[in-house]
């Protein structure tokens, strides 16, 4: 079965300047999720979609991150304009049901670096 | 609020001998505890779960946690350690919200010496 996939791998770009992530999660999971992981620390969700539709989106920036799951499948997350701080990776997992019994499989990440 | 605690960065074991990564949870409703591997440039992979039932949980890689209601704890530990075990571990637990949100903690890198 092929993993959660996540493009680009690295992206380097200068703050104020936008920049968008891809993600196809695994075919048939209905959850995605997208967590970022700032160096040192513990991932921290950022969004969770069920199908097309959000279902937790508490601790995203909203001012500048945007997120959207068309046809409930894949996913792009935005950042417009980008700060020093979003330097992090951004990784996105997918499950096939929400709910703490299904396990999460998480793709390889994105690395930003903004300077 | 939900919270996990990793209370050592780093742990260095020698290669062969047993180790123990800690982790704490806080105290809110029944804790979903998990552990994950990072590997260098790759994404998190599942290590085990507890839900429910027996304390003592097993999972992949011969990797095994032992959830402890009283002290709040569910360390991971492994009987045998392997120079290919060096990693970056997370413990994490489900979030309030019951939608499998997940709340890491900060995370323990493992050096295994040969």
């Known amino acids: 079965e092929a993993g959660v996939a996540q493009s680009p791998r690295y992206k380097i770009i200068e703050k104020r300047q936008s920049v968008a992530f891809w993600c196809n999660p695994i075919s048939g999971h209905a959850t995605l999720y997208w967590y970022q992981q700032i160096l040192g620390q513990g991932p921290k969700l950022l969004i969770q979609f069920q199908n097309n539709g959000v279902v937790d989106d508490s601790q995203l920036p909203k001012d500048r991150f945007s997120a959207e799951r068309l046809k409930g499948v894949d996913s792009t997350l935005k950042i417009q304009p980008a700060k020093l701080e979003d330097s992090a990776v951004y990784l996105c997992a997918s499950s096939s049901i929400a709910g703490p019994r299904n396990e999460q499989f998480f793709g390889p990440g994105t690395r930003l670096t903004v300077l | 609020a939900q919270s996990v605690a990793q209370p050592e960065d780093q742990v260095n074991v020698a290669e062969g001998n047993p180790l123990t990564v800690k982790c704490t949870y806080s105290?809110?409703?029944?804790?979903?505890l998990f552990w994950y591997v990072q590997y260098p440039n790759r994404g998190l992979q599942f290590l085990l779960k507890?839900?429910?039932?027996?304390?003592l949980v097993k999972g992949s890689y011969g990797f095994e946690a032992e959830f402890n209601k009283s002290q709040t704890s569910f360390h991971l530990k492994k009987p045998s350690a392997l120079v290919s075990d060096s990693a970056l571990y997370f413990c994490?637990?489900?979030?309030?919200?019951?939608?499998?949100?997940?709340?890491f903690g900060q995370g323990t890198t493992l050096q295994v010496k040969p």
């Open positions: 994490a637990r489900e979030g309030s919200s019951n939608t499998g949100k997940l709340i």
């Open positions: 105290v809110s409703g029944n804790p979903y």
């Open positions: 507890y839900i429910t039932g027996d304390n």
